[in-house]
T-cell receptor, first 114, second 112 residues
Framework: GAGVSQSPSNKVTEKGKDVELRCDPI?????LYWYRQSLGQGLEFLIY????????KSGLPSDRFSAERTGGSVSTLTIQRTQQEDSAVYLCASSLGRQLPPHTFGSGTRLTVV | TQLLEQSPQFLSIQEGENLTVYCNSSSVFSSLQWYRQEPGEGPVLLVT?????EVKKLKRLTFQFGDARKDSSLHITAAQPGDTGLYLCAGVRTGTASKLTFGTGTRLQVTL
């Protein structure tokens, strides 16, 4: 597609439920990144994919968080047993290669855990 | 610990004024980028600087990368209401090509 597409744009979930966030990167972009943006914390790196593999997942905050990428394209970020502190905007970005961003960001998924 | 500190955090100015936003770190970055983010949207890249001492101009915006590649500044001349937004610096730390480290952000409001 023309840009990075994320869905849903907004998600409200009950504490303890699992959620899946989807990212569809720009066609041909081999690198895909997930970031989290929350009040007072700024933008934090979560995980980086090159193709279908994740050479850097150092930013995932706990084992409740996981992500996968299939076909070198769509990626899904899954949060299990959501907690209130997981409330944030989850941003996906893609770039042509691993050497140097720039990143093209999607509009994000605003997750609210109640 | 925030690796990239931006100042000021908030800035409210009138149309036509000049301003400078600073991005500082004790770490060396192989490159540094500036993004602008508007409500409900993802950050949009403004510029990438790679060489220490580099200066880039984008219309009324001037970006500078420090000689030691530890800091950067963004200067806006004659600000306009359309410049309103959240400005973020982001760096690629030397040896970590996989991810961006973002600054704390500067929220700019330009009023008529």
């Amino acid at each position: 597609g023309a840009g990075v597409s994320q869905s849903p744009s907004n998600k409200v979930t009950e504490k303890g439920k699992d959620v899946e966030l989807r990212c569809d990167p720009i066609s041909g972009h081999t690198a895909l990144y997930w970031y989290r943006q929350s009040l007072g914390q700024g933008l934090e790196f979560l995980i980086y994919f090159q193709g279908n593999s994740a050479p850097d997942k150092s930013g995932l905050p706990s084992d409740r968080f996981s992500a996968e990428r299939t076909g070198g394209s769509v990626s899904t970020l899954t949060i299990q047993r959501t907690q209130q502190e997981d409330s944030a905007v989850y941003l996906c970005a893609s770039s042509l290669g691993r050497q140097l961003p720039p990143h093209t960001f999607g509009s994000g998924t605003r997750l609210t855990v109640v | 610990t925030q690796l990239l500190e931006q100042s000021p955090q908030f800035l409210s100015i009138q149309e036509g004024e000049n301003l400078t936003v600073y991005c500082n770190s004790s770490s060396v970055f192989s490159s540094l980028q500036w993004y602008r983010q508007e409500p409900g949207e993802g950050p949009v890249l403004l510029v990438t600087v790679v060489t220490g001492g580099e200066v880039k101009k984008l219309k009324r915006l001037t970006f500078q990368f420090g000689d030691a590649r530890k800091d950067s500044s963004l200067h806006i001349t004659a600000a306009q209401p359309g410049d309103t937004g959240l400005y973020l610096c982001a760096g690629v730390r030397t040896g970590t090509a996989s991810k961006l480290t973002f600054g704390t952000g500067t929220r700019l409001q330009v009023t008529l």
